[in-house]
């Protein structure tokens, strides 16, 4: 199973910060890679498909990169309301597997 | 409203068996794959298959074959998960979530969780 690492597991940031979360694969998942957030009590929310691409009705202050087995998930000017779990999806091989979480708090 | 609507929370004893709706609205159920997901309490998210709603079709993360079954009522739009020998780790919330349509191994909608907790 491909195996994907988030970093942080945890984060403290003020509103207005910039804030990066990586995702590496333990082998090359070319583009195939999203990213959803999750608040607690609720389901998982979409926020990026295909490394880069945009949900619908997701804020342009979040974006995303790479490409093979690292990626970067970057919220460019962090928000109250952007606390939650962070979580990578790989799919490009079988079983999918999701990241571990990355949980951001707002200071 | 496109959504996914789930069912089927409860608590079951150890050795029985669970099974999740999962209704889709505003779209046609047809067109979009529809996955599971399990979130144990605190811990994070685990793919455990999916069917594709125009031919049955299924496919299991291996260490669900052969307790997981997948199928679906297209008259009505609902899929159903049933998972069965039901141990106390597989406590956790249920969710069901749609393939995008241009890559249905992606995951576009989700549904809002079935707790499922198992105990005596």
């Known amino acids: 199973d491909i195996q994907m690492t988030q970093s942080p597991s945890s984060l403290s940031a003020s509103v207005g910060d910039r804030v990066t979360i990586t995702c590496r694969a333990s082998q090359g998942i070319r583009s195939d890679l999203a990213w959803h957030q999750q608040k607690p009590g609720k389901a998982p929310r979409p926020l990026i498909y295909?490394?880069?691409n945009l949900q619908g009705g997701v804020p342009s202050r979040f974006s995303g990169s790479g490409y093979g087995t690292e990626f970067t998930l970057t919220i460019s000017s962090l928000q109250p309301e952007d606390f939650g779990t962070y979580y990578c999806?790989?799919?490009?091989?079988?079983?999918?597997?999701f990241g571990g979480g990355t949980k951001v708090e707002i200071k | 409203q496109v959504q996914l609507v789930q069912s089927g929370a409860g608590v079951k004893n150890p050795g029985a068996s669970m099974k999740v709706s999962c209704k889709a609205s505003a779209y046609r159920f047809t067109d979009n794959y529809l996955h599971w997901v399990r979130q144990a309490p605190g811990r994070g998210l685990e793919w455990m298959g999916w069917i594709n709603p125009h031919t049955g079709d299924t496919n299991f993360a291996q260490k669900f074959r052969g307790r997981f079954t997948l199928t679906r009522d297209t008259s009505s739009g609902t899929a159903y998960m049933e998972l069965s020998r039901l141990r106390s780790d597989d406590t956790a919330i249920y969710f069901c979530a749609r393939g995008r349509a241009s890559d249905y191994t992606d995951l576009d909608l989700w549904g809002q969780g079935a707790l499922v907790t198992v105990s005596s």
């Open positions: 999806l790989q799919h490009s091989t079988y079983p999918l597997t």
């Open positions: 295909a490394v880069s």
